[in-house]
């Protein structure tokens, strides 16, 4: 399986940024899609994780202010980052994983800074 993922960057705080992830590949079904993400010096943490039926975790920290949509077709998951916080600065890892095991993109850094 592999992951791309796009979008990222740089944005203001109360900014809003877009990021999408691809799979291709060997696609089992079922399988979860979502992002995780690592802040400088802190451990990797969830996002969203997205079940082929829906949403199945989100995290209390972006509650409100991130929303996701997953396209199965396409096996693109989606982030929509808005009223974005210094505190969101991190890199955003695409995750996917079936019955396999779990596969992780690359990574691609957001940051929030004025």
């Known amino acids: 399986v592999q992951l791309q993922a796009s979008g990222g960057g740089l944005a203001q705080p109360g900014g809003s940024l877009r990021l999408s992830c691809q799979a291709s590949?060997?696609?089992?079904?079922?399988?979860?899609m979502g992002w995780y993400r690592q802040a400088p010096g802190k451990q990797r943490e969830v996002v969203v994780l997205?079940?082929?039926?829906?949403?199945?975790n989100y995290s209390d920290s972006v509650k409100g202010r991130f929303t996701s949509s997953r396209d199965n077709a396409k096996n693109t998951v989606y982030l929509q980052m808005n009223s974005l916080k210094p505190e969101d600065t991190a890199v955003y890892f695409c995750?996917?994983?079936?019955?396999?095991?779990?596969?992780w993109g690359q990574g691609t850094l957001v940051t929030v800074s004025s």
């Open positions: 995750y996917y994983s079936d019955r396999r095991g779990g596969y």
């Open positions: 997205f079940s082929k039926d829906g949403i199945t």
């Open positions: 590949g060997s696609i089992f079904s079922p399988n979860v």
